[in-house]
């Protein structure tokens, strides 16, 4: 499967995104799905991870309450939906997939990368 994320941009500190991750090749309903991000000089993390049918979720601490994972495999698409953004929020974020539904948390255990958008939030 290829995964093409989109949405990232410049936005002020309390402003909001939303993040795409379209997929292409297969049906994204077999996989699990995540949002990892990177920032400068930094290890990629994970952010929210959901279930092949969306009906589970799971966030990072630094997220929780703020960031939204959704997906609708009718349209092959995952999303993250940031609200109340902050500046410590600025990093390139990814979407990957992995077969199998069981959460994972760390970016070893995904199989499939899209090519990562910016964030970039100002104060």
């Known amino acids: 499967v290829q995964l093409q994320a989109s949405g990232g941009g410049l936005v002020q500190a309390g402003g909001s995104l939303r993040l795409s991750c379209a997929a292409s090749?297969?049906?994204?309903?077999?996989?699990?799905m995540g949002w990892f991000c990177q920032g400068q000089g930094k290890e990629r993390v994970f952010v929210a991870v959901i279930s092949r049918s969306g009906y589970r979720t799971s966030y990072a601490d630094s997220v929780k309450g703020r960031f939204t994972i959704s997906r609708d495999n009718a349209k092959n698409t995952m999303y993250l939906q940031m609200n109340s953004l902050k500046p410590e929020d600025t990093a390139v974020y990814y979407c990957a997939a992995r077969v199998g539904d069981s959460y994972k948390y760390t970016p070893d255990e995904y199989d499939y990368w899209g090519q990562g958008t910016q964030v970039t939030v100002s104060s």
């Open positions: 090749g297969r049906t994204i309903g077999s996989y699990s």
